[in-house]
Every structure is written in C-alpha cells, then in structure tokens.
C-alpha cells in the first residue's frame, strides 16, 4: 500500500453509518473515495457530495448514494488531500482545480481531514503555485492585478487550451513563495473583484491532517 492509500484510509475511519461525506478531488482523495465505497458495499448507510466531476463520477461508479447539486446538507467529515501543508496546519490546494467546490465542503463540514504523503509537508507554503480561481470576464485586468501584488500569475493550461474549473472559470497559478501569512494573503487576494477563490486553506478549517511516510508509518496532527 502507498503513502497516499494509508493516509486515506486511515481518515475514512472517522466515517461512520448514516454520516454524510464530503469527497474530495485528487490521487491521494481517490483512495478514501475507493475505501467509502467498500464501507457502503457492506452495508454502511452514507450519503456523500463530491467536490468535482471527478470525484462524483468515481462515486457514481462505486454506488456510493450523491446528495443532489443544490439539496447540499451540513457535512459530518470530508476528506481531501493537499498540494502542500505548512508546520501550522495551513494548507495549499487546487492543484487540481477543484479548490472553490473543495473550500465549500471543508467550510461546512463538522469535521475536515486532510491526507498527503510526506512529500506535502512543508515549512513555509508557497513552492507549490498558489492556484486562484478567476472569472473569465475581465480576466487580463483580474491578472494585472495579481501581477502588481507580486504573484506572477500563468493562466493553468491543459491540452493546449485554458483550463475550465468545473465552474467555467480559469486558474491563475501564483508564485508568493514564501508565505508568510497565508490568512492575510488569502484575503488580499479575495479583496481583488474577479477573484473568486484561493488554495490557501487556513489552518482553522483544519481538523487533522494525516500524513504517511514511506516507511508506512503515519502521524496524525490535530488542529
Ligand atoms: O486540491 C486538490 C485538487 O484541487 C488536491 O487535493 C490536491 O491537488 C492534491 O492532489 P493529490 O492527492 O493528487 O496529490
């Protein structure tokens, strides 16, 4: 078993029958997807929301029941992986572009559980482009202005075109490396009109993370 499928796991103990689950979006969430639909297979009554395409697909397939877009509830756990965590439990996500629906789940979850191998754990955030989610409308003046603040920001890319998040909009990848403050930064950048949403997850909506090493071992660090 790799890093990333123990520390998934491992969070989806926290599952439990009747809960509603908030699902995440990348390689190391697919494996706690995976793990739920085991859970729902043997009897388990979950209901879950998925925090993309993706990942709704994935649930789809594993029979795993999806509230319906729009009739969301309060969340009991979700579980999502991360590009990057800092020593405080502050977090980078979207490197997959789904951060917006991902912020939405773990804003209204009773519990967030973050999963990553010891490659995300870091000191200072910020190596890993910050993504900021924009609209496309007025989008060259939205990035002029991630330009002023320093944040040189590239439009993501994907098989030659603009990426689409699953809500139409673009990804501006920024490089604020380091971060100091990712709270403050965060709300610099929501301040700025066309900036929907950041990947800067601060630690308060944190409940643990759970990180696995290569040797198997894990750690669990509770904010
Ligand atoms: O934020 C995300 C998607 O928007 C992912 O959770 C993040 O990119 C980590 O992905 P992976 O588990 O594949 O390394």
Redesign the pocket.
Same mark, same amino acid.
């Given at each position: 078993m790799n890093a990333?499928q123990i520390a998934a796991e491992r969070a989806v103990d926290y599952v439990k029958d009747g809960m509603i689950v908030g699902l !995440? $979006? !990348? #390689? $190391? @969430?697919?494996f706690a997807i995976q793990k739920i639909g085991s859970l729902v297979k043997q009897g388990m009554k979950i209901k879950a929301i998925a #925090? #993309?395409q993706a990942s709704d697909d994935l649930a789809r397939q594993l029979g795993i029941p999806l509230l319906e877009p729009g009739n969301e509830q309060q969340i009991d756990v979700s579980i =999502? *992986? @991360? =590009?990057e965590v800092d020593t405080n439990g502050n977090l980078i996500? !979207? +490197? *997959? *572009? @789904?951060?917006l629906r991902?912020k939405i789940l773990a804003t209204n979850s009773k519990k967030f559980f973050v999963v990553?191998d010891e490659s995300?754990l870091v000191t200072k955030l910020g190596k890993f482009k910050l993504?900021v989610e924009i609209i496309k409308f007025g989008s060259v003046l939205t990035l002029a202005k991630l330009e002023a603040l320093g944040g040189k920001p590239v439009v993501r890319q994907k098989d030659g075109k603009d990426f689409n998040t699953d809500n139409g909009n673009l990804i501006a990848d920024c490089s604020f490396y380091p971060i100091e403050d990712p709270k403050a930064l965060h709300e610099q950048l929501k301040q700025l009109t066309g900036v929907v949403e950041t +990947?800067i997850f601060p630690t308060e909506v944190v409940t643990a993370v759970i990180a696995a090493y290569a040797s198997g071992e894990t750690k669990q660090f509770d904010y």
């Amino acid at each position: 078993m790799n890093a990333k499928q123990i520390a998934a796991e491992r969070a989806v103990d926290y599952v439990k029958d009747g809960m509603i689950v908030g699902l !995440g $979006t !990348g #390689s $190391t @969430a697919y494996f706690a997807i995976q793990k739920i639909g085991s859970l729902v297979k043997q009897g388990m009554k979950i209901k879950a929301i998925a #925090s #993309s395409q993706a990942s709704d697909d994935l649930a789809r397939q594993l029979g795993i029941p999806l509230l319906e877009p729009g009739n969301e509830q309060q969340i009991d756990v979700s579980i =999502d *992986g @991360a =590009d990057e965590v800092d020593t405080n439990g502050n977090l980078i996500k !979207g +490197g *997959g *572009g @789904a951060l917006l629906r991902e912020k939405i789940l773990a804003t209204n979850s009773k519990k967030f559980f973050v999963v990553v191998d010891e490659s995300k754990l870091v000191t200072k955030l910020g190596k890993f482009k910050l993504p900021v989610e924009i609209i496309k409308f007025g989008s060259v003046l939205t990035l002029a202005k991630l330009e002023a603040l320093g944040g040189k920001p590239v439009v993501r890319q994907k098989d030659g075109k603009d990426f689409n998040t699953d809500n139409g909009n673009l990804i501006a990848d920024c490089s604020f490396y380091p971060i100091e403050d990712p709270k403050a930064l965060h709300e610099q950048l929501k301040q700025l009109t066309g900036v929907v949403e950041t +990947g800067i997850f601060p630690t308060e909506v944190v409940t643990a993370v759970i990180a696995a090493y290569a040797s198997g071992e894990t750690k669990q660090f509770d904010y």
